[in-house]
C-alpha cells in the first residue's frame, strides 16, 4: 500500500521489466489509480511519443492520450478498454497484471447487458409450440384408438343391422340378392333356388339362362341344366329332364357365406346368405362345398341331412359330397 | 408455463464441443468441467469379447500414442465437427453424467451446445442428434463466434460492429456481430491441430525426427510463436529418428518453429482478411476503433495478436481467459436463453 511508483522509475526498475511483480505494485496502481500515467511514464522514459505508440498498437492517438490521462469515457467498452491497457503495457514491457487489478476498481465504461430488444423473434417459443403440438397430436390418437378398440370389443355385431333396420339398404333385399345368385348360376349352369325368390324375378331367368345352356331336349342325360325355380314348394323346376342329380337344401339359422364348386372346379354358388332364409342348389355332383359360420348352417343332401359339425374347423367346415 | 418449475428442478447446460476439448456450463454453477474431447475404447476378445470405454476425457488423452492395440484411443470430434456419431455420443453421454445430477424428480436438461458458423446443415444436425442421444431433452445451438463474443464481453446486442476471432483446436472462426445477430460469419478449417501438424511435419523434413502430437502440443505451447520477436527461445525435444529408427533428443528453436506455423497463420491471417472485407462500412468503422478480439487456444500462440495487427492495421485484443470464452458465452446465454431467441442458430 505505500509503495509508490516515482516519475523518475526507469524502465528497468518497472514490474514486469526488470524485476517481479509484486503485490505491493498493485496496490499501489490501484490505490492511486495511476494506470494511465504510469504507463505515460514508461512510455516517455522509452523515448516514444504518442504518435509512435499510437502507430505501434494500431489505435488511434486521441485514444492513447485518452488512456493516459485515464478518460476512460472516450474508450470503448470495458473488454476492449482492458485491451488496450494489455496491449500499451506488454509493449512497453510492463507487467500488465497490476494495471488490470488497478483497472477492476476503476470505472470503465461496463459492457452493455445482454439483451435483445423487445421484438426479436424469438425462436425458443416457435419450438416450444411445435412440440406442444405434437404431444396434442399424439393424445388425440391414442383417444381415437382406444374409442375404436372399446367399439370393438362392447358394441354387439348386430348392433347396425339391428338399429338401422328401418333403412331400406340395412338388409339385403331378395331382389338385390338374386341376380347375385342367377349370375352365379349362369356361370356354372346350375340352377338354384331361394324361398324368398320373386315368382316374377325367376320366372324370368329360365328366359335368358336358356339361350346359354345346351339345348334341352328331353333327352335323359343332357349335360347341364340351368334353370331356376320358384323356391315356393322347395323343388328344382327343371329337375323334369332327369338332368340333375344332386339336390343341396340350406337352411340358415344366422348369416352365412357359402360356396359350391362342381367336380370341374367351377364355382357354381357362392354368396352371403341371410339368416332365416333357405336355398337350393342343383346341380351335377360331385359337389366341393366350403360353408361359413357352420354352427348355424343345416345341409340336406338329396333328401339326407348332412352333419357336417366334425369338418369344420373355425367354425367354417369344408366338405366334398358325391 | 411450467418454466420457473423446470429451471427449478434442472440443471440445464451449456456445452463447448471442441475439437480439442469440451467445456460444460452448468446454470448458476459455472464452468464445472474441462476435459480433452478424447476417448479410449477398449476392444476386449475371447468368449466375453466386447466394445467398452476405457476412459474419456484428460486420463484417455493421456493414453494417446501409448496405448496398446486392445485400446483404441479416438479423437471424435475433427475440424470442429463429428468425424465419429457413436463416440461422440458416448463421451458427451459420460460427460452430462458427470456434471449433471439424474435424480428422479429431474427432468432431462436443455442443452446449448456450440457448433462452427461454417458447419452443414448434416454437420448440425448430427450435433444435435448427439446431445439429444446423450440424453438432453431439448436442444439449441449457437454459433461459436457469437459464444465467444458474448464470453469476451463484447456488447453483441448494441448497434455496433464488434468482430471475434476464435481460433480452436479444428477451426478458426471469425465473426462480425451486431444487434445479436450475425452480420458476417466466415470458418476456415485451421486451428490448434493443423498448427501441431505443421509442427510434426516440419520436424519430419528438417530433422528426420517423427514426433507425436502431445510432444507437437508442447511445443507450440512451449516455445511456439507467430510473430518474430528479439528473444530466441529453445527447447530440448525427444523422437524417433526415422533413419535409425532409434530415439533421440534434439534442440528446436522459436524461429524455426515460427517458420513451420507460418502457412496455417497465413491461412488464418486470410480468414481475417477476408472477413473485414466483407463487412459493412458502418461497422467496419466500429471494427477500426475497436479492433478485434481473439479466443479460443489458439489465441494463447505467442504474438498471434501482433501477427494480425501488422498485417490488418487493426488493434487486437486477446480476450482474457480465451480458452473458456465460448463456454462461457455458452453459459450466459443458457442464463437467459428464453429472452435472446435471435442468438441461436437455426439447423
Known sequence: MNGEVTPAQPISDIPGQGGDPSSSDAESAQAKGIVGPQLRMAREAAGWSVAEMSRMLKITPHQVEAIESENWADLPCETITRGFVRNYARQLGLDALPLMSALASASLPQNAALEIAAGTPVKLGLRARIERCDWIKVVLGLVVLALAIAAYIFVPADFFRTSFSFLPSAEPSSSQVEPEASDVGEAAGAAVSGQEVAPAESSTEPAIEAPAAPVQPPQADAPVPAAVAPAGPLEAAGRADGAVVGQLKFRFAQSSWVEIRNGKGEVIFSQLNAAGSQRVVEGQPPFALTIGNAGYVSLNYNGKDVDFSQRSKDNVARLTLE | ?347
Request: charged letters at 20%.
Open chain 2, 1 to 347: 408455463m411450467f418454466s420457473f418449475l423446470r429451471s427449478y428442478f434442472s440443471n440445464d447446460l451449456a456445452i463447448d464441443l471442441g475439437t480439442a476439448n469440451t467445456l460444460i456450463y452448468v446454470r448458476g454453477k459455472g464452468i464445472v468441467l474441462d476435459e480433452p474431447s478424447v476417448v479410449a475404447i477398449r476392444m476386449d476378445g475371447g468368449p466375453n469379447a466386447k466394445k467398452s470405454i476405457q476412459a474419456v476425457g484428460q486420463s484417455a488423452k493421456e493414453m494417446l500414442g501409448k496405448a496398446p492395440g486392445a485400446i483404441t484411443v479416438i479423437r471424435p470430434m475433427k475440424d470442429g465437427v463429428i468425424a465419429d456419431f457413436t463416440v461422440t455420443e458416448q463421451m458427451l453421454k459420460q460427460f452430462i453424467r458427470k456434471v449433471h445430477d439424474s435424480r428422479m424428480l429431474s427432468p432431462s436438461p436443455r442443452i446449448i451446445i456450440c457448433v462452427p458458423s461454417g458447419s452443414t446443415q448434416v454437420e448440425r444436425r448430427a450435433i444435435r442428434e448427439s446431445a439429444l442421444g446423450a440424453g438432453a431433452s431439448q436442444v439449441f445451438l449457437i454459433e461459436e463466434p457469437m459464444a465467444a463474443a458474448i464470453g469476451a464481453g463484447l456488447p453483441v446486442s448494441e448497434p455496433t460492429g464488434s468482430m471475434v476471432v476464435d481460433i480452436g483446436g479444428g477451426t478458426t472462426e471469425v465473426g462480425v456481430i451486431s444487434l445479436g445477430g450475425m452480420v458476417y460469419s466466415g470458418s476456415v478449417r485451421v486451428g490448434g491441430d493443423k498448427l501441431d501438424e505443421a509442427i510434426i511435419n516440419y520436424i519430419s523434413r528438417n530433422y528426420g525426427m517423427l514426433i507425436g502430437e502431445n510432444t507437437a502440443e508442447s511445443i507450440k505451447k512451449g516455445i511456439g510463436s507467430a510473430f518474430p520477436g528479439a528473444e530466441v527461445r529453445e527447447m530440448e525435444v525427444s523422437g524417433i529418428n526415422k533413419a535409425e529408427g532409434i530415439p533421440r533428443k534434439f534442440t528446436i528453436s522459436s524461429n524455426e518453429i515460427l517458420e513451420a506455423l507460418t502457412e496455417p497463420l497465413n491461412n488464418v491471417v486470410s480468414a481475417v482478411k477476408s472477413a473485414l472485407e466483407k463487412t459493412p462500412p458502418e461497422l467496419g468503422a466500429d471494427i477500426a476503433d475497436k479492433g478485434m478480439v481473439l479466443t479460443g487456444g489458439g489465441a494463447l500462440l505467442r504474438d498471434l495478436d501482433r501477427l494480425l495487427m501488422e498485417e490488418t492495421g487493426l488493434p487486437v485484443i486477446v480476450a482474457e481467459e480465451p480458452l473458456t470464452c465460448v463456454a462461457r458465452g455458452c453459459g450466459m446465454a443458457l442464463e437467459r436463453m428464453d429472452k435472446l431467441g435471435s442468438i441461436f442458430a437455426s439447423d
